[in-house]
């Protein structure tokens, strides 16, 4: 960092730091904890805003009929630090008091989190579960985040030069920049001039439901709208207000995450006037968190990357024996797959024809450790899972569904798998972190080219590819298409190189970390950020 570096405050939803806090839901929160950490690492002035969440996203186990149940808990932790500081928020027509915590002992710059689980506090709730209930619960969520959040960063005096929303669930911290500008004597466009002026945005997924949107009137009736007419909120986020519309609007730069999500991203918007640019800045992963340092090491210098990712596979072993009562063999192929449950990400894919992968199962040649969870009131992501867990009871010696998926599970199986298999349909997925951290460990990508793999793909050097980045908007057609890819490049290529050329795997482990340990490397990002969207060109 240099000291005129912007100073930045890093909105986000969730937020995955150590699987001991359960604030994080999925690969949203691992990406911005990650990026907290990399900005302490790399010290730039960064701090982070979120909520601290009651209960966290879900416990999601494997009831006795083969099928998922949610479980909550109320969780405390003994190590946020008491600010001191409460700020009000008016949801309903009521004051809300947000006390404000701060955490920062997992190797992350400061982060703020607001809880309004206080005394008194007519609706202690909002902070209870992340992504849980319904559109009202989520509006005062947003709120307590965006408008409670900047509230927050000026009682604890934090001079702020970006706003960086991660996602669009902090846009109203943009409607509370306003409000502070209007009360100031601006009119709404100068206002929002201004605001925008400070305030970058990052979007994520391209599934057009995951883009929340919510009628203008329960906007109204929830106080959201913090001051801004009918006629305004329409002007920013159209009717029904769309949240990545207004927070493209109220940003004077945009990114997606990946090259190829960058052309999606654009097609998806293209419709949106007066709207930011999309620039694409791909994600990347926290290394001390996600890999094994002596894979870096051994590869750098040279050594044996196969005793040590045998060290892995075997703890991966021991790890399943322990959860699951299932031993796995370590002379058998391992691929991991640890997704959440969406029907895009197709992750009961591999046994769409079983009298092909079959034999493969019953033969043990192939192994496969699932984990994932659905959201809760995702009925079809729940029928995936227990597709999964059916396939489990089906070949107990070969196919495992590890439940209630965190970062530990991650982190085990993306360091001991063999192969990290990856199937969504192009162009759905965003980025994909955990491929990252595969093959940084040494472990194999096996991937249709979606999101980050187009770019690191050296196909039959570094991992492989199928599929060749076919695109129909036919699914039936899509998926025919891409499985026979898959069948084809795990039978003729995977599992002979695996099998049959050990020389070979090894020389594609050693290119695999090779050509991803710094381009994937949290310390590039943040360079791509404050490079192509803070500092001001």
Known sequence: MTNKDPRVAYFCME???????????????????????????????????????????????????????????????????????????????????????????????????????????????????????????????????????????????????????????????????????????LDFKAAWEATRDETVFTTHTPIVEGNESHPIERLLYMGAANGLTVEQLVEIGGAPFNMTVGALRLSRMSNAVAELHGETANKMWSHVENRSEIVPITNCIHRPTWVDEKMLDIQEKGGDLWAEHMKNKRALIDFIAERNGVRLREDKLIIGFSRRAAPYKRSDFIFTDESIIGPLLESGDVQIVFSGKAHPLDDTGKGIVTSLVKMARKYPESVIFLENYDMTIGAMLTRGSDVWLNNPRRPKEASGTSGMKAAMNGVLNLSTLD???????????????????????????????????????????????????????????????????????????????????????
């Open 15 to 185: 937020y995955g730091l150590d699987t001991s806090m359960k604030t994080y839901a999925g690969g949203l929160g691992i990406l911005a904890g990650d990026y907290l950490k990399g900005a302490k690492d790399h010290d730039y002035p960064m701090v982070g805003i979120g909520i601290k969440w009651k209960q966290g996203y879900t416990d999601q186990r494997i009831g006795e009929d083969g099928k998922p149940f949610d479980a909550y808990h109320n969780y405390d932790y003994d190590f946020l630090e008491d600010t001191g500081v409460t700020v009000s928020v008016t949801i309903r027509k009521q004051e809300i008091q947000c006390k404000v915590w701060k955490v920062e002992q997992f190797g992350n710059v400061p982060l703020y989190l607001l809880d309004t689980d206080v005394p008194g506090n007519p609706d202690s709730w909002i902070t209870g579960q992340l992504y849980g209930w319904f559109g009202e619960e989520r509006i005062a969520q947003e709120m307590v985040l965006g408008i409670g959040g900047v509230r927050a960063l000026r009682a604890l005096g934090h001079d702020v030069d970006v706003y960086h929303f991660n996602e669009g669930h902090a846009l109203f911290a943009g409607f509370e920049l306003m409000r502070e500008r209007m009360d100031e004597g």
């Open 451 to 537: 999101g980050w793999w187009p770019e690191a793909c050296e196909h039959g050097e570094n991992g492989w590819q199928f599929g060749d980045g076919f695109e129909s908007e036919d699914i039936e057609a899509l998926d025919k298409h891409d499985l026979n890819a898959l069948y084809k490049v795990l039978r003729e290529e995977v599992l002979p190189t695996f099998y049959k050329n050990h020389d070979k795997w090894v020389q594609m482990m050693d290119r695999s970390i090779e050509s991803t340990r710094d381009r994937y490397a949290v310390k590039r990002m943040l360079e791509d950020y404050y490079e192509k969207l803070y500092i001001k060109h």
